[in-house]
């Protein structure tokens, strides 16, 4: 499994693998967020929160069919399924490493883009707290929706079509838990279910994608 | 008494509904009709919401639909994946156009009834809301099964986005509440007791409801029949086509 | 017709909307329905011919 894990990693950190391109995403989503709504830093810090949250979550959409196309096209899929590793593990892992190579880094790059948007200062704890806790569901919905469109020629619109409707949950208790801790208020609440969200995909999520590589494959 | 999954066997399917069929059209046209002539000229206005009451007899039969059908294909799905009855499969197909349009008949009704009550054509309701992801989840469902070609494969991949998506429409319809504490009315109907809508307006809705159940049963049985023709066709010619 | 005031234009075009969407379903439904039977039929028509 480490050997997985490490592998893919190692392709998403190569050129051409695609390593910054979730952080450039996100980096010109918020640049583009002043230039539509106008820069008043006063309204621009009411919204920072939810822009971020939203620039990170279309950040991960971006690079989701990275999980299995590659594999996919030069038959290692094929591969990894006749190997001793169960096809949950391996869809468990590929979660992982898509959440290490983009989720990670937009959790790092989140309090620099705050800036930019005037995001209060009480706010930059729960900020990060709230991507670190949300971006691996995102990693995780993002794999099983990879899988389901992976044996298709032009699937990225479709895989958004399908994933953004699952990614709802995620997106209101994150951003209402970052939204509350610029407000200065209690965010317990959506804290906890953001994390009972993460949990819930992390632990069923792999069957469901294993189970539709597997048809996949056949 | 015969097994309900003889009907699984696809000539059984359509033989049974060819002869169903023609009853529950009816019905469906009578309760329609009845309900929403009954509660569009027989029915007084509502104190607060002036003539504006009359759309509850399409709003709310249509909502009910668009999770019933949703409900419906999540069975099917998981019929599918259990006992691989292909009418299953296609029945669950067949629905999803149904739910659309129930979905968009709620949420436009939805709408232009907002707009005189609430003095905007949206607004970020929980119910709406819901039901506007709810429409999503429908378009991510219908277009999957027409971006796969092999059939079998399109049935696996279907079913099993709606059983993961049903998960999710459930937790999504908490999110939503937790999100936004609403402006509908508390859950007004209930069909134990009457307290929030008043008799009179109660009878022409139950019957303009069950002509919308009739109507989806109606247009369901017209559609897995499709499916199964379709498939039976696409089957036939690959098969011409490999003994070419 | 009943007395709407000044909620006529939403109750009419709630109805129009919904029952324009009903029976365009309905109508495409069937539609599709005798296409698919008939070219089924062709197809079973075609085999047995040529079998």
Redesign the interface.
Known sequence: MTALLLRDIRLAVRAGGGFGLGLAFFLIVVVLVPFGVGPQSELLARIAAGILWIGALLACLVSLDRIFALDWEDGSLDLLATAPLPMEAVAAVKGLAHWITTGLPLVLAAPVLGVLLSLPVQGYGPLVLSLLLGTPALSMIGAFGAALTVGLRRGGLLLSLLVLPLYVPTLIFGAEMARRGVDGQDYTTPMLMLAGITCGTIALLPFASAAVLRVNLR | MASLWEYANPKKFIDTTDKVLPWVSVLAVLCLATG?IWG??FTP?DFRQ???V??IY??VP?ALMAINAWIMMLVASLIWVVRRHHVSALAARAAA??GV?MT??AL??GA??G??MWGTWWAWDPRLTSFLILFLFYLGYIALWEAIENDDTAADLTAILCIVGSVFALLSRYAVLFWNQGLHQGASLSLDKEENVADVFYFPLLVSIAGFVF?FIA?VF??T??EI??R??RA??AR?RMEA | M???????E??L???A??LV??IA??VF??R??VR??N??KD??RK?KMDV
Request: glycine content about 4%.
């Open positions: 929403l569009f000229f206005d002036g003539s504006t009359k759309i399409l709003h249509s156009p149904v349009v968009v008949i436009a009704t232009i009834w707009q005189p109507l247009l017209l559609r029949q499709t023709r379709a039976r066709m036939l010619l011409d | 009943p007395e709407l005031g000044k909620y006529a939403a109750v075009s709630s109805y909307v919904s969407l009903l379903l309905v439904s069937w599709r329905s698919v039977k070219a089924l197809v079973e085999r």
